[in-house]
């Protein structure tokens, strides 16, 4: 399931936009002049798939209709102001309708019991690691770089704290579920080159890190864990190894040269891994100087020993293409600097050989990085990714090779993006992929 279409009514009490993906495209621009609700629509989108209820409640809208390719509608409506009592339950009503069905939900208020915030306060970063509590009752999540409160943490996030540390919180229907699950949302904001990083409670001043040291950090976590799922593959392949070679060895079918192939094959995509930081450099074992005169229990146990080294290096496929799409975009854009990844996360090195600090690189460059991790490593398939002025601190000559790249990544990990850009360089000549938004006065 995709998103096809988002309208929006009442946008400040001033505007109706209508935005909709050209057929077949992966990427629609949203542009207008300054004041017209770029980002607070972006924001809009993200709080009603990341189900934040409170954060809509407070946003200046009256109506968002979200139509799917399934001929779904997601529908998010704040009620009038002259109904102010709704007793448990916010002034928002979401609606899904398909193929005749109509689904109805009002988000329930959070009520807290003050006579013991404490336990539950203290508690909430131990449970939702990517929460960073920034104020008595204020959150930073890590994930969405939303500022949230007790109640939208509590609404957001209930399926990952104690029953007995909850309110009475009513629970998501299993249609919006299903909706979240299907379509993952993300936001990647103007302020993506920093991230909120003291916590409230140990009592000390709140500052910023870079996030660039952050996805570094990330990266040699994902290697690290494909290495360790690397390793306990190979464990399991070496236990059952006899009893394969014997099943193998009954129905052999291995031609010389498939073997001499999958043999090349093999060493050729070791070096790749060892290249791309995914292996450690090894010693290669010597190649087999004439498979022809191996004998039919030799070429079983090739075969075996092919069709293992083949399940094991599997593992990394995905992680290495992203790792070299990551490097070959970044190192073409980069003069006179070399990126690369490797188990220790993401170096940068001068053309001389230094090493040079993350966040000592030109905002420019922080900027591309930050995005290219965002675009990789946060993205998937179905979900929509919602990006900030893309532009920001990049030379014209990066925002003219800006759509390549995207579409270049969202063809490989088949998501789609909406994109807020004031820059005719990174919309270049694809001007039918705009949605111009209008000065239209409502009121």
Request: charged share 25%; aromatic share 8%.
């Amino acid at each position: 399931m995709n998103i096809d279409r988002v309208c929006i009514k009442g946008l400040f009490n001033c505007f109706d936009h209508d935005l909709r993906f050209q057929s077949g495209e992966r990427i629609m621009f949203v542009s207008s002049p300054n004041g017209f609700g770029k980002t607070t629509t972006l924001n809009l989108i993200n709080a009603l798939f990341n189900h934040a209820p409170s954060s809509l409640v407070r946003a200046p809208f009256q109506k968002l209709d979200v139509s799917f390719n399934d001929g779904g509608h997601l529908i998010a409506e704040k009620l009038p102001v002259d109904e102010s009592d709704y007793g448990d339950h916010l002034p928002v009503k979401l609606t899904y309708n398909r193929d005749g069905t109509h689904e109805t939900f009002y988000p329930a208020r959070v009520v807290i019991d003050k006579n013991h915030p404490g336990i539950l306060i203290e508690a909430i970063e131990d449970f939702i690691p990517v929460l960073n509590q920034v104020g008595p009752d204020q959150w930073y999540d890590t994930e969405t770089g939303a500022k949230l409160s007790l109640a939208d943490v509590l609404e957001i996030y209930p399926d990952d704290l104690p029953a007995e540390l909850l309110p009475e919180v009513s629970p998501i229907p299993d249609w919006l579920q299903e909706i979240k699950q299907s379509i993952k949302v993300h936001l990647v904001d103007t302020k993506r080159l920093s991230r909120i990083s003291q916590y409230w409670r140990h009592g000390r001043s709140v500052y910023t890190t870079h996030t660039i040291n952050h996805y570094s950090q990330e990266f040699a976590s994902h290697i690290r864990d494909s290495i360790i799922e690397y390793g306990k593959l190979s464990q399991n392949l070496d236990i059952s190894f006899p009893s394969r070679l014997i099943t193998r060895h009954q129905a052999l079918n291995d031609s010389v040269q498939n073997l001499r192939d999958d043999l090349e094959a093999i060493d050729g995509r070791r070096s790749e891994l060892e290249n791309t930081g995914l292996l450690k450099e090894a010693h290669h074992s010597p190649r087999v100087p004439n498979l022809e005169l191996l004998d039919k229990a030799q070429r079983v146990g090739l075969a075996v020993y092919v069709q293992d080294a083949k399940e094991k290096l599997a593992v990394f496929d995905d992680l290495y293409d992203k790792i070299n799409t990551f490097t070959k975009i970044a190192n073409s854009r980069f003069i006179r600097k070399q990126v690369a990844v490797s188990a220790d996360g993401m170096s940068v090195t001068q053309r001389d050989g230094t090493a040079l600090d993350l966040e000592k690189l030109s905002a420019g460059e922080q900027h591309e990085l930050v995005m290219l991790y965002n675009l990789l490593f946060r993205a998937s398939k179905n979900s929509l990714i919602l990006i900030d002025e893309p532009e920001r601190s990049h030379h014209v000559t990066w925002q003219e090779k800006w759509l390549g790249d995207i579409e270049q990544i969202a063809g490989h990990s088949g998501f789609r993006a909406i994109v807020a850009t004031h820059s005719p360089e990174i919309i270049g000549d694809r001007w039918s992929l705009v949605v111009e938004l209008q000065n239209q006065d409502n009121s």
